[in-house]
């Protein structure tokens, strides 16, 4: 026990994370059953309007700032950055043990705000109703969401620097896997972003604590500069959910198509890109919110801009499969339900950049199923397949690939049925955060419930076959899908130090001639 | 475990392999650390200027409300004091312990001074209603609300500055004890260089904070 609370090992630091995120994830599920449950029926008798709010609002902090942010980086990323460059360790070792600490305390902090009665202002905190009117716990939660933050800022430091100095003999910049390119992009905003989110919660802080008043529209304050300071780290930040997930699915498609991604150099850069321009494009959330026109216009042009580098990567995806020789891995199969979902994300993520579109379905059911698209069905998918692909590395033990197939398409089944009628739903003028609504919507919510259940199931699938392969999974060769990364080339699990001996790296990220010889054992 | 049968010193933890790599790392480490500081202030220097723009007149007269002597002496503080960090940076480089320990208890005692003065200030502030709050009132202006958001500007940026400062006394005071006990040699002081980035960066904050807070009705005359 000891040696695990006090480890620098970044191996076993990722998978202290990995349990964290687990149990914060399936906290946030739990809220969200209750919201689904409670939206079966449209006269919304199950919860108070109170409790309502406290349970959105619950759902969205637990899963955006304790589960999807702190995810693929801190437990993969964690894991397998130092590998795949060929470090022993990443740059500070304390640091990054002392970050996870950091999301503990921020998670506890947030959890005793839950347990003690909740907090009901939404995930994004808007003034004036958080500093003023809100009678809910704002001031645990925000502290909380602080501490993790940073959390989040060493992590994305560590990574920078790790990237930076760390990397074997050989591992030039355009030999990094693609993963850890999106790893060093997602550090980046990480790095750039949430300070700014840590000193908009310093002033709603100040302003709930010491009644100073900086955002208080009755001094003469401007509620909305909160939202501008807000969105500044927040649109940013679903790139930090998104980036990383971005990375796993160019190994996997490369590694189960064989073949080079397409347009390496490409696909590496889109990730920077997509880092840098993501921090010009926060105004589109606030179209309906006091900007003016000529503002609202600038930002919707940008956010078209910063679709492009996400449609190169996914074109580019699509044109490493072609001509490949593909198998139907989990990890692949997985692969191909991001690919489509984010897809579907993406495109409605330009129909709300359209002003004249969110003008009618901001505030929506649309806006919903558009992010969770991305989120859910983007990230999440990216990061089981992650898991999938890289369990055995992990744990030194294959996890049974036919429940894992099963898994991969009961939650993409449940997934479309859970978030698709959320579109028409929001189309037709349903509202979110309401939990009363008018009866000629329910057969559209009633499906959304059925399908989360379905999904709910899909996800506790991984978890008992994941925790039953620790004990009775097959033996895991050092390269059971014969890639080319260096984290295969170690044994699985891979020793304290990593490597027995010193890699030195003398070829491309996916060069699949150098392991032609090594068995391929694909279900 | 494992790690200390390499035998690892401070100069060269067992990831690294090289004394200048480790170096290197932790030298950039604590640039993208100031760099994220940047940002977190930044936040509240937007937040200033969004103001000021909206109540030009308000945030002059509230700003000649403040005291530019005790300001400009602060700044000289922790000037001096950015000086004597570097005096103890160079004797670290040169392993001169004595002389490292003077400039460091010399720094520290400018940074208490520089507290000392902001703590006198704001009990100023308070004893003249100048405190945002249901007592709050200022002279000279129409409208207390913006001269109460310019108030809670400059105690929160104040504060949070004043914040820094008490954490950097705190790591010149674990300096001086680590250089006494020898920590430190020519080969190895890293922890004094990069302690003396934050330092300065700490200054630095302090010198554009003083002119938007105490100086902008100047050149309005
Ligand atoms: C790539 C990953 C993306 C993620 C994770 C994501 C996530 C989100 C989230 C969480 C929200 C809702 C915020 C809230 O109000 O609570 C949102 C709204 C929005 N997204 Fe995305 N998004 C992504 C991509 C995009 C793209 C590529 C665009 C446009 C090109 C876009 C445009 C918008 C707009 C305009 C809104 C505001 C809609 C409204 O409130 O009316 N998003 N997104
Ligand atoms: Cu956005």
């Given at each position: 026990?000891?040696?695990?609370?006090?480890?620098?090992?970044?191996?076993?630091?990722?998978?202290?994370?990995?349990?964290?995120?687990?149990?914060?994830?399936?906290?946030?599920?739990?809220?969200?059953?209750?919201?689904?449950?409670?939206?079966?029926?449209?006269?919304?008798?199950?919860?108070?309007?109170?409790?309502?709010?406290?349970?959105?609002?619950?759902?969205?902090?637990?899963?955006?700032?304790?589960?999807?942010?702190?995810?693929?980086?801190?437990?993969?990323?964690?894991?397998?950055?130092?590998?795949?460059?060929?470090?022993?360790?990443?740059?500070?070792?304390?640091?990054?043990?002392?970050?996870?600490?950091?999301?503990?305390?921020?998670?506890?902090?947030?959890?005793?705000?839950?347990?003690?009665?909740?907090?009901?202002?939404?995930?994004?905190?808007?003034?004036?109703?958080?500093?003023?009117?809100?009678?809910?716990?704002?001031?645990?939660?925000?502290?909380?969401?602080?501490v993790a933050g940073f959390s989040s800022?060493?992590?994305?430091?560590?990574?920078?620097?790790?990237?930076?100095?760390?990397?074997?003999?050989?591992?030039?910049?355009?030999?990094?896997?693609?993963?850890?390119?999106?790893?060093?992009?997602?550090?980046?905003?990480?790095?750039?972003?949430?300070?700014?989110?840590?000193?908009?919660?310093?002033?709603?802080?100040?302003?709930?604590?010491?009644?100073?008043?900086?955002?208080?529209?009755?001094?003469?304050?401007?509620?909305?500069?909160?939202?501008?300071?807000?969105?500044?780290?927040?649109?940013?930040?679903?790139?930090?959910?998104?980036?990383?997930?971005?990375?796993?699915?160019?190994?996997?498609?490369?590694?189960?198509?064989?073949?080079?991604?397409?347009?390496?150099?490409?696909?590496?850069?889109?990730?920077?890109?997509?880092?840098?321009?993501?921090?010009?494009?926060?105004?589109?959330?606030?179209?309906?919110?006091?900007?003016?026109?000529?503002?609202?216009?600038?930002?919707?042009?940008?956010?078209?801009?910063?679709?492009?580098?996400?449609?190169?990567?996914?074109?580019?995806?699509?044109?490493?499969?072609?001509?490949?020789?593909?198998?139907?891995?989990?990890?692949?199969?997985?692969?191909?339900?991001?690919?489509?979902?984010?897809?579907?994300?993406?495109?409605?993520?330009?129909?709300?950049?359209?002003?004249?579109?969110?003008?009618?379905?901001?505030?929506?059911?649309?806006?919903?199923?558009?992010?969770?698209?991305?989120?859910?069905?983007?990230?999440?998918m990216a990061y089981m397949a992650g898991?999938?692909?890289?369990?055995?590395?992990?744990?030194?033990?294959?996890?049974?690939?036919?429940?894992?197939?099963?898994?991969?398409?009961?939650?993409?089944?449940?997934?479309?049925?859970?978030?698709?009628?959320?579109?028409?739903?929001?189309?037709?003028?349903?509202?979110?955060?309401?939990?009363?609504?008018?009866?000629?919507?329910?057969?559209?919510?009633?499906?959304?419930?059925?399908?989360?259940?379905?999904?709910?199931?899909?996800?506790?699938?991984?978890?008992?076959?994941?925790?039953?392969?620790?004990?009775?999974?097959?033996?895991?060769?050092?390269?059971?899908?014969?890639?080319?990364?260096?984290?295969?080339?170690?044994?699985?699990?891979?020793?304290?130090?990593?490597?027995?001996?010193?890699?030195?790296?003398?070829?491309?990220?996916?060069?699949?001639?150098?392991?032609?010889?090594?068995?391929?054992?694909?279900g | 475990m494992a790690s200390d049968a390499?035998?690892?010193?401070?100069?060269?933890?067992?990831?690294?392999?090289?004394?200048?790599?480790?170096?290197?790392?932790?030298?950039?480490?604590?640039?993208?650390?100031?760099?994220?500081?940047?940002?977190?202030?930044?936040?509240?220097?937007?937040?200033?200027?969004?103001?000021?723009?909206?109540?030009?007149?308000?945030?002059?007269?509230?700003?000649?409300?403040?005291?530019?002597?005790?300001?400009?002496?602060?700044?000289?503080?922790?000037?001096?004091?950015?000086?004597?960090?570097?005096?103890?940076?160079?004797?670290?480089?040169?392993?001169?312990?004595?002389?490292?320990?003077?400039?460091?208890?010399?720094?520290?005692?400018?940074?208490?001074?520089?507290?000392?003065?902001?703590?006198?200030?704001?009990?100023?502030?308070?004893?003249?209603?100048?405190?945002?709050?249901?007592?709050?009132?200022?002279?000279?202006?129409?409208?207390?609300?913006?001269?109460?958001?310019?108030?809670?500007?400059?105690?929160?940026?104040?504060?949070?500055?004043?914040?820094?400062?008490?954490?950097?006394?705190?790591?010149?005071?674990?300096?001086?004890?680590?250089?006494?006990?020898?920590?430190?040699?020519?080969?190895?002081?890293?922890?004094?260089?990069?302690?003396?980035?934050?330092?300065?960066?700490?200054?630095?904050?302090?010198?554009?904070?003083?002119?938007?807070?105490?100086?902008?009705?100047?050149?309005?005359?």
């Amino acid at each position: 026990m000891k040696s695990w609370l006090l480890t620098k090992d970044h191996k076993r630091i990722a998978v202290l994370y990995l349990a964290t995120v687990t149990l914060f994830f399936f906290l946030g599920g739990a809220f969200a059953t209750l919201i689904r449950v409670e939206l079966l029926t449209p006269q919304g008798g199950l919860v108070s309007s109170e409790t309502y709010n406290k349970l959105f609002t619950m759902h969205g902090v637990t899963m955006v700032f304790f589960f999807l942010i702190p995810s693929i980086p801190a437990t993969l990323g964690n894991f397998f950055l130092p590998l795949m460059i060929g470090a022993r360790d990443l740059a500070f070792p304390r640091i990054n043990l002392l970050s996870w600490y950091l999301l503990v305390i921020g998670g506890l902090l947030a959890l005793f705000a839950m347990l003690a009665g909740g907090v009901d202002t939404g995930w994004t905190f808007y003034t004036p109703y958080s500093t003023t009117y809100s009678n809910s716990w704002v001031i645990a939660t925000a502290l909380g969401i602080f501490v993790a933050g940073f959390s989040s800022i060493l992590t994305g430091l560590n990574f920078i620097v790790t990237v930076h100095r760390m990397r074997a003999p050989g591992m030039t910049w355009f030999r990094m896997p693609l993963f850890v390119w999106s790893m060093y992009a997602t550090s980046l905003i990480q790095v750039l972003g949430t300070p700014v989110l840590a000193v908009t919660l310093v002033l709603v802080f100040c302003e709930r604590v010491f009644h100073i008043g900086i955002f208080d529209p009755a001094l003469g304050g401007d509620p909305v500069l909160f939202q501008h300071l807000f969105w500044f780290y927040s649109h940013p930040a679903v790139y930090i959910m998104v980036l990383p997930g971005m990375g796993v699915i160019s190994e996997v498609i490369s590694v189960f198509s064989r073949k080079s991604v397409f347009g390496y150099a490409f696909v590496a850069f889109s990730s920077v890109a997509i880092a840098v321009l993501g921090f010009l494009v926060w105004g589109h959330h606030l179209f309906v919110s006091t900007q003016s026109v000529y503002a609202g216009m600038v930002f919707s042009f940008l956010s078209y801009f910063v679709a492009i580098p996400s449609a190169i990567k996914v074109f580019n995806w699509t044109a490493t499969l072609y001509k490949g020789s593909i198998s139907f891995a989990t990890p692949m199969l997985y692969a191909f339900g991001f690919i489509g979902l984010f897809t579907i994300g993406g495109l409605t993520g330009l129909f709300v950049a359209s002003l004249g579109i969110d003008v009618h379905v901001t505030d929506t059911y649309f806006v919903i199923a558009h992010f969770h698209y991305i989120m859910v069905g983007g990230t999440i998918m990216a990061y089981m397949a992650g898991m999938h692909y890289w369990w055995p590395k992990m744990t030194g033990r294959m996890y049974p690939e036919g429940w894992a197939k099963l898994s991969a398409l009961v939650i993409f089944l449940g997934f479309n049925l859970t978030f698709f009628p959320q579109f028409i739903l929001g189309y037709l003028g349903m509202p979110r955060r309401y939990h009363v609504y008018p009866d000629e919507f329910q057969v559209l919510h009633v499906l959304s419930t059925a399908g989360a259940s379905v999904l709910a199931v899909g996800y506790l699938m991984p978890m008992i076959y994941f925790i039953w392969s620790l004990r009775y999974g097959a033996l895991a060769p050092a390269n059971p899908w014969g890639a080319t990364g260096l984290e295969w080339k170690t044994a699985s699990p891979p020793p304290v130090h990593n490597f027995d001996e010193a890699p030195v790296v003398t070829h491309e990220a996916y060069d699949y001639s150098t392991v032609m010889g090594e068995v391929i054992e694909v279900g | 475990m494992a790690s200390d049968a390499h035998g690892e010193t401070l100069a060269l933890r067992e990831q690294f392999d090289s004394e200048e790599q480790q170096k290197d790392a932790s030298t950039l480490g604590m640039w993208i650390f100031l760099i994220t500081e940047i940002m977190f202030f930044g936040g509240m220097f937007l937040a200033y200027s969004v103001y000021r723009n909206f109540y030009p007149h308000v945030f002059a007269v509230a700003s000649s409300s403040m005291n530019a002597i005790i300001g400009a002496t602060n700044t000289g503080v922790l000037l001096c004091s950015s000086f004597t960090m570097v005096m103890a940076v160079r004797a670290a480089q040169l392993g001169q312990r004595k002389i490292i320990i003077l400039f460091l208890v010399l720094t520290l005692i400018l940074g208490i001074a520089f507290l000392g003065l902001k703590a006198y200030e704001w009990n100023v502030k308070f004893e003249e209603h100048h405190v945002p709050g249901p007592a709050f009132h200022l002279d000279g202006v129409d409208t207390q609300g913006p001269a109460q958001i310019f108030f809670s500007m400059y105690f929160a940026m104040t504060g949070l500055h004043a914040l820094h400062m008490v954490v950097g006394v705190g790591i010149l005071t674990w300096l001086i004890i680590a250089t006494y006990k020898g920590r430190f040699t020519a080969g190895y002081m890293t922890p004094v260089d990069i302690a003396g980035l934050y330092w300065h960066f700490v200054d630095i904050i302090w010198i554009f904070l003083f002119p938007l807070l105490y100086l902008i009705d100047r050149h309005l005359g």
